[in-house]
């Protein structure tokens, strides 16, 4: 691929150099680009998306290709092999992603080598240094002074452009179920909306239509978002992140740092797990040691901080982090479940446990009661749970679909209360028509991102990369693509995420006569075939 | 050759076929489908980490090692575990097998169960406005896509009228000791009747078509005329004599279709939300879940070749003409 694309580049200068006159020879034209986008039946709005990319850059004097590719190729071509031009893919807003750390480490240039997640190969040592101070500054002020300086400092070099922030539309039966509060990223289904929800009808079982299940209930080996969604409501954490994404006490009453590598934690007096055994403080400390001794790899990331863990009191424990974390709490503290010592410390290898045998017993608000694959999961609610006295519904029921239409149709009969994943466009007016149900819109913190090629000609060029920003109609794409649930991109940490996006950043609004304007201060001009020359 | 040699050669044949077959998926999978682990890059994985997945699926071996395992273990029935949880594969795909033909099975009886009468009482009226007319349904039904199909008859029954369950197998959550406690409930038989009646429709039309056309070749016989001549009455003639004898391609199609039923209507159990193997199979390649997806290509391969074998057996017997030579 690249080897025919470099002799294409070199006939093509050869093939110039000898029409046109001496004066224009010192003239290159700028090398044709290829964009990778998704195929059209696994996503219809990357793969258009592309072709409003492609017909703007073509008429700025670019040779643009637009290649579709099966998904798993395409993540494959971007992220291990790092071999393209340029790529659209994007980043789900799971609630830990709320957090700034990921995806400001998508810019970081250590994260540059192959299969880590800046496979556009921006590197700004300045961006790397406040990096590492942000994550280590405990204090959340000048935590987001230094957030907010990243945003400024990567925004005018475009090494990847937000496109869009993709609403997320869900809708729920109001004659069933009333307090039902969307969360950003996370819709209805989070990790409160089966404590909030309260019956008005007959059923007082909250019942979830979704297209998606658990990959598997193993807490030692699902590696999908979805068969946490699930575990999260059986299996308690230290802290909770609250609908505002801020950390609460949870399992844990106090979480002290006595100094910035040790964090003291005090566990919840009298919480007992599903079996009725006391929750302990040796529990929690053997579940962090049990993850870290394990293979596990989805919890890496968030156990990196963590040297090593002790019980250092009836119901203290002392984390000694290895360096300090200002996400620690955030992040690690609010995704690590505590596990039963006693059900898990004789199980070796727990990644090979067969589905019959995985346990499930939490201390959670919610007692797993069965999953039956491919056709239903239900737990019900914990009346010993400190949290019991507040939830209202008497258990979860989560029915499985084929696909988006059964879900539909469930929800529409009155199968199921409400969804559990996005609705198909088509049927966002078919709900609002019904009176029965509410439609809920709630902005997404993840994103769809165009990614540069920063290591090759010519996304090397920062004017360039200016340039093809501003002739981005992005806008376009949120009102015909996204007909209008959407919102524009701006920096990597989404305008919906508050407390850390910089609102005062460049926004590169489409404008095609500034593109030019940049592209010709820059020192790049036009042949007479209107391609860009430099 | 006597019929105990032929079936010898028959067996041996299927078992080598089988091994092709067995080695075309594993190759055919690993080269052609994604890294099952690509998928996890979203989820925040690096290489490192991914590598470390990799490893606890086997995937880091040699590929000859991972083959010559593979095969080693397939010849004792173990077909590995599934690598989105781990759960053996064979049991996956034999009850996904099962569900997947306790809706398959009668549909497709009662596809012939019509269709076969129905064609040759067809090819008695051909020519008139009822033939055209049958035909023309049989091909509508046959070219209509069932996932429309399917769609519609879910708007009216199932949500016009609320007379049907518009998914799944069984009214959720439900509690069964084993496959056949869990089918035999009226339950059961209430949410089998939508999916089973669109996937009648769709194969409607081949019984109905080729009954009909080889009807009407055999109507030209002399025996027929022979038949005739005795006085024997029409009704009798139709259906004891032609029928009879028109029956052989009509039994060839009926064991192809229900060999490929195995896989399932994907478009059928997708719109009912069926839990059958044809939506296993679709996920499996989906993912790049290599054990589930061989399992069960290897189960369907299986299933067709010894179908074809049945078939020729039965043919000696429907025909005594047909011979082992």
Do not use: C
């Not at chain 1, 501003?470 to 376009?476: K, L, Q, S, Y």
């Not at chain 2, 409930?185 to 429709?201: N, S």
């Amino acid at each position: 691929m690249t080897m025919t694309r470099m002799t294409t580049t070199s006939s093509i200068a050869f093939a110039a150099a000898l029409v046109l006159p001496a004066a224009a020879a010192a003239q290159e034209p700028v090398p044709p680009v290829e964009i990778y986008t998704t195929t059209e039946s696994y996503d219809p709005i990357r793969y258009e998306g592309a072709f409003i990319i492609q017909e703007a850059w073509e008429e700025l004097g670019l040779d643009v290709t637009v290649t579709p590719m099966e998904f798993s190729t395409l993540l494959d071509r971007f992220y291990s092999e790092q071999d393209f031009d340029a790529t659209i893919l994007g980043w789900s807003g799971r609630v830990d992603r709320l957090d700034p750390q990921f995806f400001l480490g998508t810019l970081d240039s250590r994260q540059a080598e192959p299969g880590a997640n800046n496979p556009g190969g921006y590197d700004n040592p300045e961006y790397d240094e406040l990096f590492d101070a942000q994550a280590r500054e405990f204090d959340i002020e000048a935590r987001r002074d230094i957030v907010h300086e990243m945003q400024e400092l990567y925004m005018p070099d475009v090494p990847v452009v937000v496109l869009f922030h993709r609403d997320e539309v869900v809708a729920y039966n109001n004659t069933a179920f009333t307090n039902m509060n969307a969360m950003a990223g996370e819709g209805l289904y989070s990790e409160w909306g089966a404590m909030e929800a309260e019956p008005v009808g007959d059923r007082t079982t909250l019942r979830i239509g979704g297209p998606q299940e658990p990959d598997n209930i193993n807490p030692l080996n699902s590696t999908s978002v979805w068969g946490w969604k699930w575990m999260r409501l059986y299996y308690d954490r230290l802290v909770r992140l609250s609908p505002e994404v801020e950390p609460v006490d949870w399992a844990a009453t106090d979480v002290t740092a006595e100094d910035d590598t040790t964090i003291v934690v005090t566990l919840r007096e009298g919480m007992t797990f599903h079996d009725g055994e006391p929750v302990r403080a040796e529990d929690v400390a053997f579940t962090f040691d049990y993850y870290m001794d394990s293979s596990y790899s989805y919890f890496d990331s968030y156990l990196e901080p963590v040297d090593s863990v002790e019980v250092t009191g009836d119901h203290e424990i002392t984390f000694n982090l290895t360096e300090p974390s200002a996400s620690f709490a955030t992040i690690t503290l609010s995704q690590i479940p505590i596990l039963p010592e006693h059900v898990w410390a004789d199980i070796e290898d727990p990644q090979e446990l067969s589905p019959d045998d995985i346990p499930t017993v939490g201390s959670g608000p919610f007692v797993f009661d069965r999953y039956d694959r491919g056709e239903f999961m239900s737990i019900t609610t914990n009346p010993d749970h400190f949290q019991a006295d507040e939830i209202a519904v008497d258990g979860v029921e989560f029915l499985i679909y084929a696909d988006a239409e059964g879900v539909f149709t469930a929800l529409d009969t009155g199968e199921v209360d409400m969804t559990a994943w996005r609705m198909e466009p088509g049927q966002i007016p078919l709900a609002e028509d019904n009176d029965d149900l509410t439609v809920v819109s709630v902005p997404d913190f993840g994103y769809f991102h165009f990614t540069f090629n920063l290591r090759r000609e010519p996304f090397d060029d920062v004017a360039m990369r200016r340039a093809l920003t501003m002739a981005m109609d992005r806008e376009r794409m949120v009102n015909v693509l996204l007909e209008g649930r959407g919102e524009v991109g701006t920096s990597v940490i989404a305008p919906v995420n508050e407390y850390w996006h910089n609102p005062f950043l460049e926004r590169f609004e489409f404008d095609m006569e500034a593109a030019r304007a940049e592209l010709e201060e820059a020192g790049y001009s036009w042949d007479e075939d209107g391609m860009l020359v430099r | 050759m006597s019929r105990r040699n032929y079936l010898i050669r028959r067996v041996i044949q299927a078992i080598f076929s089988l091994w092709v077959i067995a080695t075309i998926l594993f190759f055919l999978f690993r080269l052609g489908l994604p890294d099952p682990t690509a998928a996890l890059i979203t989820e925040g994985l690096n290489a490192e980490q991914r590598a470390a997945v990799r490893a606890q699926f086997g995937l880091e071996d040699p590929l000859w090692r991972q083959y010559l395992l593979y095969l080693w273990n397939a010849v004792q029935g173990d077909f590995g575990l599934s690598f989105a949880n781990r759960a053996p594969v064979a049991s996956v795909v034999w009850e996904r097998l099962a569900n997947t033909m306790v809706l398959m099975i009668p549909a497709i009886v009662l596809a012939y169960v019509i269709g076969v009468p129905l064609g040759a009482w067809l090819s008695w009226k051909r020519g008139t406005g009822t033939d055209t007319g049958g035909i023309a349904l049989g091909l509508m039904f046959r070219s209509a896509p069932p996932f429309w199909t399917g769609m519609i008859v879910i708007l009216v029954l199932g949500v016009w009228l609320s007379a049907f369950p518009t998914s799944g197998m069984r009214t959720l959550p439900y509690d069964a000791d084993g496959f056949l406690d869990k089918i035999f409930t009226l339950d059961f038989l209430h949410h089998l009747i939508l999916p089973a009646l669109v996937v009648a429709l769709f194969y409607l039309g081949s019984p109905l078509l080729i009954m009909r056309n080889t009807m009407l070749e055999v109507y030209g016989e002399d025996f027929i005329e022979m038949a005739r001549a005795k006085g024997l009455p029409e009704r009798r003639i139709l259906y004891n004599h032609a029928a009879r004898n028109a029956l052989l391609p009509v039994v060839t199609q009926l064991a192809v279709t229900i060999g490929l039923a195995a896989g399932g209507q994907v478009a059928v159990e997708g719109v009912f939300s069926w839990p059958g193997l044809g939506r296993e199979i679709f996920r499996a390649v989906g993912t790049s879940d290599f054990p589930l997806a061989q399992a069960s290509f290897l189960v369907l391969a299986a299933f067709i070749i010894t179908l074809n074998l049945l078939v020729d057996i039965l043919y000696t017997a429907l025909d005594p003409r047909v011979t082992f030579q």
